[in-house]
């Protein structure tokens, strides 16, 4: 969605989602080819055929035309009937926070803003400088 209105979505934002290992609360990439979409008229992705106990990264790939895309992934685990998970993980040495749905659930909507690209205003080109002669004294 637009970063002025959560109800306002931005069809043509492209994500994938990737199955993470786990080694205590760090994360790594689990090797697999990423599942990917594009957000259609609606603004929606869907991803299906998930595993439950499996974390997940989800980044944005490619934002709308004029807009700027958003680098930061996001976690989501679709909880394990009784399995704990930490509430932050580590990737590439940076801490995020571990989105854990419930085990009752069977989907979750996640939202990503978009800021739109800030415009370039050309640099005005200098003027060309003009020094009158001074008037001839009569």
């Excluded at 931005?10 to 090797?31: D, Q």
């Excluded at 609606?42 to 499996?54: E, I, W």
């Excluded at 085990?103 to 400088?129: G, I, L, Q």
Aim: net charge negative.
């Amino acid at each position: 969605h637009t970063s002025d209105s959560v109800t306002d979505t931005l069809p043509g934002a492209k994500f994938s989602i990737t199955a993470c290992s786990m080694s205590g609360n760090v994360a790594t990439v689990a090797g697999n080819s990423p599942k990917t979409g594009e957000s259609g008229d609606s603004g929606l992705v869907s991803f299906d055929k998930l595993n439950r106990g499996t974390v997940y990264m989800i980044t944005e790939t490619a934002a709308p035309e004029k807009y700027v895309k958003d680098d930061e992934p996001r976690f989501i685990v679709f909880a394990a009937n009784s399995a704990k998970y930490p509430e932050t993980i580590t990737f590439d040495g940076e801490d995020y926070s571990l989105i854990i749905v419930n085990a009752s659930k069977v989907s979750y909507d996640m939202y990503w803003e978009n800021e739109v690209e800030p415009t370039t205003t050309p640099e005005p080109s200098p003027s060309p400088s003009v020094t009158p002669e001074p008037s001839p004294r009569t």
